[in-house]
Protein backbone atom coordinates (compact mmCIF):
# COMPACT_ATOMS: atom_id res chain seq x y z
CA UNK A 1 0.00 0.00 0.00
CA UNK A 2 3.06 2.58 1.02
CA UNK A 3 5.08 3.08 -2.54
CA UNK A 4 6.78 5.76 -3.79
CA UNK A 5 8.69 5.63 -7.17
CA UNK A 6 11.11 8.85 -7.78
CA UNK A 7 12.51 9.58 -11.51
CA UNK A 8 14.53 12.74 -13.00
CA UNK A 9 17.53 12.65 -11.21
CA UNK A 10 20.69 13.01 -13.63
CA UNK A 11 23.77 15.05 -14.04
CA UNK A 12 23.26 19.23 -14.73
CA UNK A 13 25.85 21.97 -15.34
CA UNK A 14 25.49 24.40 -12.44
CA UNK A 15 22.79 26.87 -13.68
CA UNK A 16 20.60 24.36 -15.20
CA UNK A 17 17.37 22.52 -14.35
CA UNK A 18 15.85 19.67 -13.28
CA UNK A 19 12.64 18.05 -12.45
CA UNK A 20 11.79 14.93 -10.56
CA UNK A 21 8.66 13.14 -10.07
CA UNK A 22 7.45 10.72 -7.62
CA UNK A 23 4.74 8.81 -8.24
CA UNK A 24 2.22 7.49 -5.52
CA UNK A 25 0.21 4.63 -4.75
CA UNK A 26 -3.40 6.26 -4.05
CA UNK A 27 -3.10 5.02 -0.42
CA UNK A 28 -0.13 6.59 0.16
CA UNK A 29 -0.98 10.07 -1.90
CA UNK A 30 -4.57 10.96 -0.95
CA UNK A 31 -5.14 13.53 1.62
CA UNK A 32 -1.00 13.54 3.05
CA UNK A 33 1.77 15.95 2.63
CA UNK A 34 4.11 14.64 0.37
CA UNK A 35 7.74 16.18 0.43
CA UNK A 36 11.16 15.66 -1.22
CA UNK A 37 13.84 15.25 1.44
CA UNK A 38 17.86 15.58 -0.07
CA UNK A 39 21.22 13.96 1.57
CA UNK A 40 25.01 14.52 0.20
CA UNK A 41 27.36 12.56 1.39
CA UNK A 42 28.41 12.53 4.85
CA UNK A 43 25.60 14.88 5.38
CA UNK A 44 22.21 14.82 7.43
CA UNK A 45 19.07 14.11 5.06
CA UNK A 46 17.35 17.69 5.14
CA UNK A 47 13.81 18.83 4.03
CA UNK A 48 13.55 20.60 0.56
CA UNK A 49 9.78 21.07 -0.07
CA UNK A 50 6.47 20.11 0.77
CA UNK A 51 3.04 19.79 -0.39
CA UNK A 52 -0.32 18.75 0.81
CA UNK A 53 -1.91 16.75 -1.73
CA UNK A 54 -5.38 17.53 -0.06
CA UNK A 55 -5.09 21.55 -0.87
CA UNK A 56 -2.63 23.76 -2.10
CA UNK A 57 -0.01 24.33 1.00
CA UNK A 58 3.68 24.59 0.09
CA UNK A 59 6.49 24.78 1.75
CA UNK A 60 9.87 24.72 1.57
CA UNK A 61 13.56 24.48 3.13
CA UNK A 62 15.51 28.20 3.20
CA UNK A 63 18.51 26.73 0.80
CA UNK A 64 16.28 26.04 -2.16
CA UNK A 65 12.87 29.31 -1.69
CA UNK A 66 12.80 30.81 -4.88
CA UNK A 67 14.69 28.15 -6.75
CA UNK A 68 12.96 25.13 -5.97
CA UNK A 69 9.17 24.44 -6.84
CA UNK A 70 7.29 21.86 -5.83
CA UNK A 71 3.66 20.75 -7.72
CA UNK A 72 1.22 17.96 -7.62
CA UNK A 73 -0.91 16.29 -10.30
CA UNK A 74 -3.99 14.39 -7.95
CA UNK A 75 -5.18 12.45 -11.11
CA UNK A 76 -1.85 10.83 -11.62
CA UNK A 77 -1.25 10.88 -7.53
CA UNK A 78 2.37 12.25 -8.39
CA UNK A 79 4.48 15.27 -6.96
CA UNK A 80 6.81 17.03 -8.93
CA UNK A 81 10.06 19.21 -7.66
CA UNK A 82 11.25 21.61 -10.24
CA UNK A 83 14.47 22.47 -9.35
CA UNK A 84 16.03 25.77 -11.61
CA UNK A 85 19.12 27.47 -11.02
CA UNK A 86 20.97 24.53 -9.68
CA UNK A 87 24.63 24.95 -7.85
CA UNK A 88 26.68 22.34 -6.87
CA UNK A 89 25.60 22.22 -3.36
CA UNK A 90 22.40 20.77 -4.48
CA UNK A 91 24.31 17.63 -5.05
CA UNK A 92 22.52 14.57 -3.11
CA UNK A 93 20.54 11.85 -3.30
CA UNK A 94 16.43 13.14 -3.39
CA UNK A 95 14.25 11.10 -1.60
CA UNK A 96 10.22 10.99 -2.23
CA UNK A 97 8.55 10.71 1.56
CA UNK A 98 4.83 10.64 2.92
CA UNK A 99 3.47 11.91 6.00
CA UNK A 100 0.15 11.30 7.45
CA UNK A 101 -1.83 14.41 7.81
CA UNK A 102 -2.06 15.93 11.27
CA UNK A 103 -3.69 19.15 12.54
CA UNK A 104 -0.98 20.05 14.83
CA UNK A 105 1.61 20.87 11.37
CA UNK A 106 4.33 18.66 12.72
CA UNK A 107 4.56 17.62 9.14
CA UNK A 108 5.72 20.69 8.00
CA UNK A 109 8.66 20.84 10.58
CA UNK A 110 10.46 18.12 8.00
CA UNK A 111 11.36 16.08 11.06
CA UNK A 112 11.85 13.03 9.71
CA UNK A 113 10.15 10.30 12.27
CA UNK A 114 6.96 11.94 11.16
CA UNK A 115 7.16 10.58 7.32
CA UNK A 116 6.85 6.60 7.64
CA UNK A 117 7.36 6.11 3.65
CA UNK A 118 9.99 6.65 1.55
CA UNK A 119 11.12 6.26 -1.98
CA UNK A 120 14.27 4.58 -2.88
CA UNK A 121 16.28 8.01 -3.95
CA UNK A 122 17.20 9.52 -7.21
CA UNK A 123 20.42 11.03 -7.72
CA UNK A 124 21.09 14.47 -8.49
CA UNK A 125 24.73 15.86 -9.52
CA UNK A 126 24.68 19.64 -10.21
CA UNK A 127 28.62 20.09 -12.05
CA UNK A 128 30.75 23.97 -11.62
Known amino acids: QGQLVESGGGSVQAGGSLRLSCAAS????????MGWFRQAPGKEREGVALIYTGGVSTYYGDAVKGRFTISKDNAKNTVYLQMNSLKPEDTGMYYC?????????????????????WGQGTQVTVSS
Open 97 to 117: AACPYREDGYCTTFTRSGFPI
Open 26 to 33: AYTYTRNY
